[in-house]
């Protein structure tokens, strides 16, 4: 591989490890506050890129119960992006109201908990097939406006085309993820889920409403995985009901890599994971999918804690 070709797979794996990071950091979010797995994230996922498809007017295809349906509005990209991705973070609420409070409240096991949240990955997946169908849908061309299909981070006699839609996912994902970061460690709300995550019961003896700062969490996961849906879909298309279950499985392997609950290491991990990818051969392609499975395993095997996860400290 020459330097050209390093330099387009480099700013390549950037871009999708960026998107792979935004999505893991809705996992970390939920696992840092209540120690289980959303594995109805990723259907979350997917409901946010077709909201956004739905709301820059684009039309639904020839089955389901909304067949050649259109809303009567036609929004930018850049304010049905964010619209798109508040309705997915009021679908988070909804999940954490119906499927992991009643549990949480009596008490439950966390595996209950996870059983709940497969189950209504389930409902979801089957109510979009159910409403708009199983093909799929692709993003107009025009979904970035006047921006050119690709930008040169060459020279003109050496250049190095890297797509728009790439470049956009990477500066939404940097700018994300600062905000999140400030957020966090900055704010009082971002301190008052630390100190959740850190001890619920304590936090909750000092004033702070749990209830609340976990509805906040399934809020901010769900946008941060609509907001990821919506950016891969637009990079590449929204391949049907299922466009998230891959992606949901990949996500772990993120947490996994960087640590569970370790909000820098789901970044860490993700932009580990889509730098590696990105470097698979052409001829091997084909089992790039396997790559973040075969880095999961190599990594239980060797530090189950991941590259910035803490180990569990067990009381007894």
């Known amino acids: 591989m020459d330097i050209t070709g390093f330099l387009q797979s480099f700013l390549n794996g950037l871009s999708i490890g960026s998107a792979y990071a935004i999505f893991a950091l809705g996992y970390t979010l939920i696992f840092s506050i209540l120690g289980i797995i959303n594995f109805a994230h990723g259907a979350v996922f997917t409901l946010g890129a077709y909201f956004t498809y739905a709301l820059m007017g684009n039309a639904f295809g020839f089955s389901g119960l909304l067949a050649n349906a259109v809303l ?11 619209i798109g991705s508040i309705l997915a973070g009021f679908v988070g609420v909804a999940i954490e109201y119906l499927a992991f409070r009643p549990l949480r409240k009596k008490g439950s096991e966390p595996l209950l908990t996870v059983v709940s949240s497969l189950g209504v990955a389930v409902v979801i ?15 107009p061309a025009n979904t970035y406006g006047n921006l050119p299909p690709a930008i040169n981070f060459g020279s003109n006699t050496n250049p190095i085309p890297i797509r728009t839609v790439q470049v956009v996912i990477f500066g939404v994902s940097v700018v994300v993820l600062l905000l999140l970061t400030y957020f966090i460690n900055y704010t009082k709300h971002g301190k008052a889920m630390s100190a959740i995550a850190e001890d619920a019961t304590t936090s909750s003896l000092l004033g702070i ?23 891969v879909a637009s990079s590449v298309s929204i391949s049907g009901p299922f466009f998230g ?12 890599l960087g640590g569970l609950g370790s909000v820098p290491g789901a970044v860490l991990g993700g932009l580990l994971i889509g730098l590696i990818e990105a470097f698979v051969p052409a001829d091997y392609s084909a089992y790039k999918e396997a790559v973040a499975f075969a880095i999961l395993f190599i990594m239980l095997v060797v530090r189950p804690q991941g590259l910035l996860g803490r180990r569990l400290i067990q009381k007894v």
Do not use: C, R, W
């Not at 409403?209 to 950016?231: E, K, Q, R």
């Open 72 to 82: 009567p509005i036609q929004l930018p990209f850049t304010f049905a992006l964010i």
């Open 209 to 231: 409403n749990s209830d609340f700062f976990i509805v906040v969490t399934f809020f901010m996961s769900s946008f941060l995985a609509g907001l990821a849906g919506t950016l």
């Open 125 to 139: 997946v089957n109510l979009i097939q159910y409403l708009v169908g199983a093909e799929s849908y692709t993003f």
């Open 245 to 256: 279950i891959n992606f949901g499985l990949k996500g772990l392997a993120v947490i996994v």
